[in-house]
């Protein structure tokens, strides 16, 4: 497609529910990385795919957090049991491949949990 | 990890004034990009620039890698040029953003 796209734009959860964001890469880029950013702060780094290498899952948080990417394009990040710390935009983004790769992120989705 | 700091925090201009955003790093990295964080929250790619000098408009961007830090100029600003202003390293699969320089731009 023209750019990254996420859905959905916004999610409200009960604590203790399982949510599953969307993303969907530009056509043709080989790279994904999810992150977060809580109200008013920088970008913490989730999970990075790359082809079909094993993902590099440094950044989730707790096992609560998991991810998926089916064929190479999109991928679906999965909470479990979520708890109102989880409250966020999730944001990812894709690049065309390793290195020195250009990152270009979609809208983000807006998770809150009440 | 790498250590990404941004300067200022916060900046108050009056439109038509002139700035520059900071980045420091600590240590080499394969990419740095400068964003726009727009009020809706949206990342907008503003400079892919691991080294060297670019410019766009208004805008132009150095990175001095040698010295680990980034620059990025802001030229007759307007009010549409506030938001959050993010830098973010890469070193191999290293990714990391500092916090950001929030700009408000008045009438």
């Known amino acids: 497609g023209a750019g990254v796209s996420q859905s959905p734009s916004n999610k409200v959860t009960e604590k203790g529910k399982d949510v599953e964001l969307r993303c969907d890469p530009i056509?043709?880029?080989?790279?994904l990385y999810w992150y977060r950013q809580s109200l008013g702060q920088g970008l913490e780094f989730l999970i990075y795919f790359q082809g079909n290498s094993a993902p590099d899952k440094s950044g989730l948080p707790s096992d609560r957090f998991s991810a998926e990417r089916t064929g190479g394009s999109v991928s679906t990040l999965t909470i479990q049991r979520t708890q109102q710390e989880d409250s966020a935009v999730y944001l990812c983004?894709?690049?065309?491949?390793?290195?020195?790769?250009?990152?270009?992120f979609g809208p983000g989705t807006r998770l809150t949990v009440t | 990890g790498i250590q990404v700091e941004q300067s200022p925090p916060d900046l108050i201009l009056q439109e038509g004034a002139n700035s520059t955003l900071r980045c420091n790093f600590s240590d080499s990295v394969n990419n740095l990009q400068w964003f726009h964080q727009n009020p809706w929250g949206q990342l907008i790619n503003l400079f892919y620039?691991?080294?060297g000098t670019k410019q766009n408009g208004r805008l132009s961007a150095t990175t001095v890698a040698t010295e680990r830090y980034s620059l990025l100029y802001i030229s007759s600003s307007q009010t549409t040029d506030s938001g959050v202003y993010f830098c973010?390293?890469?070193?191999?699969?290293?990714?990391?953003f500092g916090a950001g320089t929030r700009l408000t731009v008045k009438p």
């Open positions: 620039i691991p080294s």
């Open positions: 973010a390293v890469r070193r191999n699969n290293d990714m990391r």
């Open positions: 056509s043709g880029h080989t790279a």
């Open positions: 983004a894709s690049s065309r491949g390793t290195g020195s790769n250009e990152q270009y």
